[in-house]
């Protein structure tokens, strides 16, 4: 299984921008289904994104889409979640996860989880 560990995160004022970082270790990355998601306070965790392994194919929730884009660098290890013009709800800690098989919004699919990062949008 890899090891997922996500940075980038922080506090940022309404339509402001981040970028989180997700970096892999412990097998052979480029395999690998990435997907992103994010849980907020006193709600469930939601999918917000993925990306197949070789980056052809990706998803995103109905909520970011054009706002949030997702890309993989495999010669990093490492696949990013750009997020613009965010707004106060996608405050959340979000997480990345990694499966081998779907490019799926559904978390019951991954078996690699990160820690989290905290993404905080307020003024």
């Known amino acids: 299984q890899l090891q997922l560990v996500e940075s980038g995160g922080g506090l940022v004022q309404p339509g402001g921008s981040l970028r989180l970082s997700c970096g892999a270790a412990g097998g052979y990355f480029d395999i690998y289904v990435i997907g992103w998601f994010r849980q907020a306070p006193g709600k469930e965790r939601e999918g917000v994104s993925c990306i197949r392994s070789r980056g052809g194919t990706t998803n995103y929730a109905d909520s970011v889409k054009g706002r949030f884009t997702i890309s993989r660098d495999n010669a990093k290890n490492t696949v990013y979640l750009q997020m613009d013009s965010l707004k106060p709800e996608d405050t959340a800690v979000y997480y990345c996860?990694?499966?081998?098989?779907?490019?799926?919004?559904?978390?019951?699919?991954?078996?690699?989880w990160g820690q989290g990062t905290l993404v905080t949008v307020s003024s």
């Open positions: 996860a990694a499966n081998r098989l779907y490019c799926s919004l559904s978390s019951n699919v991954y078996d690699s």
